[in-house]
Protein backbone atom coordinates (compact mmCIF):
# COMPACT_ATOMS: atom_id res chain seq x y z
CA UNK A 1 0.00 0.00 0.00
CA UNK A 2 1.25 3.34 -0.68
CA UNK A 3 1.45 5.50 1.80
CA UNK A 4 1.33 9.05 -0.41
CA UNK A 5 0.24 8.92 -3.88
CA UNK A 6 0.53 11.51 -6.75
CA UNK A 7 -1.09 11.45 -10.18
CA UNK A 8 -0.50 11.94 -12.74
CA UNK A 9 3.51 11.35 -12.82
CA UNK A 10 4.48 12.74 -15.72
CA UNK A 11 2.05 15.87 -17.19
CA UNK A 12 3.19 17.18 -19.91
CA UNK A 13 1.26 20.93 -21.38
CA UNK A 14 1.21 23.83 -23.15
CA UNK A 15 1.96 27.26 -21.86
CA UNK A 16 -1.25 29.04 -20.17
CA UNK A 17 -2.87 26.08 -19.84
CA UNK A 18 -4.46 25.12 -16.56
CA UNK A 19 -4.10 21.34 -14.96
CA UNK A 20 -4.31 20.09 -11.34
CA UNK A 21 -2.42 17.25 -9.70
CA UNK A 22 -4.06 14.83 -7.07
CA UNK A 23 -2.03 13.69 -4.21
CA UNK A 24 -4.10 11.15 -1.56
CA UNK A 25 -2.30 9.76 1.86
CA UNK A 26 -3.43 6.93 3.89
CA UNK A 27 -1.72 7.46 6.84
CA UNK A 28 -4.36 9.45 8.81
CA UNK A 29 -2.01 12.74 8.70
CA UNK A 30 -3.69 15.66 9.26
CA UNK A 31 -0.84 17.52 7.85
CA UNK A 32 0.07 18.23 3.97
CA UNK A 33 2.29 20.04 2.22
CA UNK A 34 3.20 20.62 -1.38
CA UNK A 35 6.79 21.02 -2.58
CA UNK A 36 8.50 22.32 -5.34
CA UNK A 37 11.87 20.68 -6.89
CA UNK A 38 13.68 22.78 -9.68
CA UNK A 39 16.39 21.56 -12.19
CA UNK A 40 19.00 22.24 -9.62
CA UNK A 41 17.07 19.45 -6.76
CA UNK A 42 16.68 22.42 -4.91
CA UNK A 43 13.54 21.66 -2.97
CA UNK A 44 11.30 24.62 -1.30
CA UNK A 45 7.87 23.89 0.49
CA UNK A 46 4.85 26.14 -1.47
CA UNK A 47 1.73 25.48 1.17
CA UNK A 48 0.99 23.13 3.94
CA UNK A 49 -2.78 22.50 4.95
CA UNK A 50 -3.68 21.35 8.60
CA UNK A 51 -7.01 20.74 9.79
CA UNK A 52 -8.59 23.40 7.02
CA UNK A 53 -6.07 26.03 7.82
CA UNK A 54 -4.24 26.65 4.78
CA UNK A 55 -0.45 27.97 5.16
CA UNK A 56 0.72 29.96 2.10
CA UNK A 57 4.37 30.27 1.15
CA UNK A 58 4.74 34.34 0.07
CA UNK A 59 6.83 33.68 -2.60
CA UNK A 60 4.23 31.22 -4.60
CA UNK A 61 2.52 32.93 -7.10
CA UNK A 62 -1.36 33.09 -6.59
CA UNK A 63 -1.72 31.25 -9.91
CA UNK A 64 -1.07 27.94 -7.93
CA UNK A 65 -4.08 27.26 -5.77
CA UNK A 66 -4.11 24.04 -3.20
CA UNK A 67 -7.91 22.51 -2.48
CA UNK A 68 -8.54 19.90 -0.11
CA UNK A 69 -12.15 17.78 -0.21
CA UNK A 70 -11.37 16.26 2.93
CA UNK A 71 -8.02 15.23 4.75
CA UNK A 72 -6.73 12.76 3.28
CA UNK A 73 -6.64 14.66 0.29
CA UNK A 74 -4.16 18.02 -1.07
CA UNK A 75 -4.69 18.55 -4.95
CA UNK A 76 -2.65 21.51 -6.65
CA UNK A 77 -4.41 23.25 -9.15
CA UNK A 78 -1.87 25.52 -11.16
CA UNK A 79 -3.76 28.31 -13.67
CA UNK A 80 -1.92 29.86 -16.83
CA UNK A 81 1.17 27.62 -16.85
CA UNK A 82 4.00 29.00 -17.62
CA UNK A 83 7.83 27.87 -18.91
CA UNK A 84 9.04 28.47 -15.18
CA UNK A 85 6.56 25.70 -13.66
CA UNK A 86 8.64 23.05 -15.36
CA UNK A 87 9.55 21.35 -12.23
CA UNK A 88 9.01 18.03 -10.19
CA UNK A 89 6.00 18.56 -7.46
CA UNK A 90 6.08 16.56 -4.47
CA UNK A 91 3.47 16.11 -2.01
CA UNK A 92 4.00 15.09 1.51
CA UNK A 93 1.94 14.57 4.90
CA UNK A 94 2.41 14.44 8.28
CA UNK A 95 0.93 13.83 11.79
CA UNK A 96 -1.54 16.51 13.12
CA UNK A 97 1.33 18.91 15.07
CA UNK A 98 -0.69 18.54 18.85
CA UNK A 99 0.00 14.82 18.71
CA UNK A 100 3.60 14.70 17.27
CA UNK A 101 6.14 17.14 18.14
CA UNK A 102 8.30 17.07 14.98
CA UNK A 103 7.83 16.72 11.87
CA UNK A 104 8.69 13.87 10.42
CA UNK A 105 6.86 14.10 6.59
CA UNK A 106 6.45 11.18 4.51
CA UNK A 107 6.77 12.06 0.56
CA UNK A 108 4.75 10.52 -2.58
CA UNK A 109 6.88 9.65 -5.66
CA UNK A 110 6.60 13.50 -7.72
CA UNK A 111 4.98 14.77 -10.99
CA UNK A 112 7.09 15.75 -13.47
CA UNK A 113 5.26 18.81 -14.71
CA UNK A 114 6.84 20.17 -18.07
CA UNK A 115 5.26 23.25 -19.64
CA UNK A 116 6.19 23.39 -23.43
CA UNK B 1 14.47 32.11 10.65
CA UNK B 2 16.70 28.67 10.12
CA UNK B 3 18.84 27.47 6.96
CA UNK B 4 20.58 24.37 5.89
CA UNK B 5 23.84 24.73 4.12
CA UNK B 6 25.21 21.39 2.57
CA UNK B 7 29.11 21.33 1.89
CA UNK B 8 29.27 19.33 -1.65
CA UNK B 9 26.67 19.33 -4.22
CA UNK B 10 29.07 16.30 -5.36
CA UNK B 11 30.38 13.77 -3.51
CA UNK B 12 32.11 10.16 -5.04
CA UNK B 13 33.17 7.73 -2.99
CA UNK B 14 34.34 3.98 -3.89
CA UNK B 15 32.52 0.99 -2.90
CA UNK B 16 33.42 0.22 0.61
CA UNK B 17 34.71 3.21 1.72
CA UNK B 18 33.43 5.70 4.05
CA UNK B 19 30.50 8.32 3.25
CA UNK B 20 30.62 11.27 4.99
CA UNK B 21 28.47 14.49 3.75
CA UNK B 22 28.17 17.54 5.75
CA UNK B 23 25.02 19.23 6.69
CA UNK B 24 25.00 22.92 8.73
CA UNK B 25 22.26 24.27 9.89
CA UNK B 26 21.30 27.78 11.28
CA UNK B 27 18.29 28.21 14.09
CA UNK B 28 17.04 30.42 16.46
CA UNK B 29 15.75 27.55 18.63
CA UNK B 30 17.20 23.91 19.23
CA UNK B 31 16.45 22.82 16.03
CA UNK B 32 15.12 19.21 14.41
CA UNK B 33 17.30 18.06 12.14
CA UNK B 34 16.94 15.27 9.47
CA UNK B 35 18.28 13.44 6.64
CA UNK B 36 16.51 12.20 3.44
CA UNK B 37 17.39 10.19 0.55
CA UNK B 38 16.16 10.67 -2.58
CA UNK B 39 16.65 7.63 -5.57
CA UNK B 40 16.43 8.02 -9.03
CA UNK B 41 12.95 9.46 -10.24
CA UNK B 42 11.58 8.67 -6.84
CA UNK B 43 10.60 10.78 -3.40
CA UNK B 44 12.10 11.33 -0.73
CA UNK B 45 12.87 8.90 2.13
CA UNK B 46 13.26 9.67 5.22
CA UNK B 47 16.73 7.94 6.58
CA UNK B 48 17.14 9.82 10.33
CA UNK B 49 16.54 12.55 12.28
CA UNK B 50 17.39 13.62 15.76
CA UNK B 51 14.87 16.01 18.19
CA UNK B 52 15.85 15.67 21.92
CA UNK B 53 18.40 13.15 23.47
CA UNK B 54 21.42 11.03 22.28
CA UNK B 55 22.88 13.15 19.82
CA UNK B 56 24.16 10.34 17.44
CA UNK B 57 21.40 8.63 15.82
CA UNK B 58 20.98 6.02 13.53
CA UNK B 59 19.03 5.19 10.85
CA UNK B 60 18.25 3.13 7.56
CA UNK B 61 20.54 1.21 5.16
CA UNK B 62 23.40 1.83 8.27
CA UNK B 63 23.72 5.56 8.38
CA UNK B 64 24.28 7.69 11.14
CA UNK B 65 24.47 11.37 11.87
CA UNK B 66 25.49 13.05 14.92
CA UNK B 67 24.26 16.08 16.11
CA UNK B 68 27.03 18.70 17.64
CA UNK B 69 25.56 21.62 18.49
CA UNK B 70 28.54 23.55 19.25
CA UNK B 71 29.30 23.11 15.56
CA UNK B 72 26.03 23.62 14.39
CA UNK B 73 26.30 20.69 12.52
CA UNK B 74 24.44 17.17 11.19
CA UNK B 75 27.03 15.27 9.19
CA UNK B 76 25.62 11.95 7.99
CA UNK B 77 28.36 9.33 7.67
CA UNK B 78 28.19 5.74 6.78
CA UNK B 79 31.44 3.24 7.62
CA UNK B 80 31.29 1.21 3.76
CA UNK B 81 29.79 2.03 1.12
CA UNK B 82 27.58 -0.12 -0.89
CA UNK B 83 26.42 0.79 -4.37
CA UNK B 84 23.00 0.72 -3.68
CA UNK B 85 23.86 3.84 -1.61
CA UNK B 86 23.90 6.15 -4.94
CA UNK B 87 21.24 8.98 -4.31
CA UNK B 88 20.80 12.22 -3.69
CA UNK B 89 20.83 13.11 -0.09
CA UNK B 90 19.14 16.33 1.33
CA UNK B 91 19.97 17.55 5.11
CA UNK B 92 16.68 19.53 6.63
CA UNK B 93 15.73 21.24 9.82
CA UNK B 94 12.69 22.34 11.51
CA UNK B 95 11.94 24.02 14.65
CA UNK B 96 9.83 22.97 17.58
CA UNK B 97 6.34 24.55 17.51
CA UNK B 98 6.82 25.35 13.91
CA UNK B 99 7.12 21.88 12.54
CA UNK B 100 4.84 22.95 9.29
CA UNK B 101 8.27 24.84 8.51
CA UNK B 102 10.87 22.60 7.78
CA UNK B 103 13.71 23.71 5.11
CA UNK B 104 15.96 21.59 3.03
CA UNK B 105 19.70 21.93 2.23
CA UNK B 106 20.23 22.23 -1.78
CA UNK B 107 21.26 18.39 -1.64
CA UNK B 108 24.32 16.14 -1.86
CA UNK B 109 24.71 13.73 -5.16
CA UNK B 110 26.72 11.05 -3.83
CA UNK B 111 28.38 8.54 -6.54
CA UNK B 112 29.73 5.08 -5.27
CA UNK B 113 32.17 4.10 -7.41
CA UNK B 114 32.92 0.74 -8.12
Known amino acids: DTAVSQTPKYLVTQMGNDKSIKCEQN?????MYWYKQDSKKFLKIMFSYNNKELIINETVPNRFSPKSPDKAHLNLHINSLELGDSAVYFC???????????????FGPGTRLTVL | AQSVTQLGSHVSVSEGALVLLRCNYSSSVPPYLFWYVQYPNQGLQLLLKYTTGATLVKGINGFEAEFKKSETSFHLTKPSAHMSDAAEYFCAVSAPGSARQLTFGSGTQLTVLP
Open chain 1, 27 to 31: LGHDT
Open chain 1, 92 to 106: ASSQDLVSSSYNEQF
